[in-house]
C-alpha cells in the first residue's frame, strides 16, 4: 500500500505549541518517509497595520522587522537540529506576508498532503478567531490538517524513535 501522505507541511509561529507540532511532523515523516517542510512566516502585514494605526513609527517597523527575521531563522534552525537528531530532512522556508495566506499559497505549490499546526489558543471572541493566523490557515487549507496536543506524549514519542 502506497502512503497517504507523501508531503507534509508544519507550521512553525515561534510558540511552544508549534515546537511540539514539528516534534510530531518528524515522527510522522519517518513512519510514513514523508517529504517534510517546516515554514515561518513574518507577518509583514500586521506591522504595517501597526504603522498605519500610529502604534509604531516607521523607523520602529523597520527594527521590529529584523527582529523578527532573526526568530524565524533561530526557531527555523531548531526544528532543522530536532530533524537531524532523528535523521529525517526537513526544508525549512521564511516568508513575509499575511500567515494564512503564505500558508495556503504553499499547500497548493507543493501539494501538501498534510498541514501539522500546534494546539490552537483559546479564542477569547470572534474578533480574535477571525484574526489568528493559525485558525484561519487551518479553515482555509484544501488538505487534511493534524493540530497536535498533549506536549509530554509527544515528547515520549519524539524521544523513543
Not at 515523516?29 to 513609527?57: G, P, Q, W
Not at 517597523?61 to 532523528?86: M, P
Request: glycine share 2%.
Amino acid at each position: 500500500m502506497k502512503s497517504p501522505i507523501k508531503r507534509m507541511l508544519v507550521y512553525i509561529d515561534g510558540s511552544e505549541q508549534s515546537i511540539t507540532a514539528a516534534q510530531f511532523a518528524i515522527v510522522l515523516s519517518k513512519y510514513f518517509d514523508a517529504e517534510l517542510h517546516a515554514i515561518y512566516v513574518i507577518n509583514t502585514r500586521a506591522l504595517e497595520d501597526l504603522v498605519r494605526a500610529h502604534i509604531f513609527l516607521k523607523e520602529e517597523q523597520a527594527e521590529y522587522e529584523r527582529d523578527l527575521k532573526e526568530d524565524a531563522k533561530r526557531y527555523l534552525n531548531h526544528v532543522e537540529k530536532l530533524a537531524k537528531e532523528k535523521d529525517v530532512e526537513i526544508v525549512t522556508h521564511s516568508f513575509e506576508g499575511s500567515g494564512h495566506q503564505e500558508i495556503i499559497k504553499f499547500v497548493k505549490e507543493k501539494e501538501v498532503d498534510l498541514l501539522v499546526i500546534g494546539e490552537v489558543s483559546a479564542i477569547r471572541s470572534r474578533r480574535d478567531e477571525f484574526y489568528d493566523e493559525t485558525e484561519r490557515a487551518m479553515r482555509s487549507v484544501p488538505c487534511s490538517v493534524l493540530i497536535v496536543k498533549d506536549e509530554d506524549r509527544v515528547w515520549d514519542i519524539f524521544d523513543s524513535i
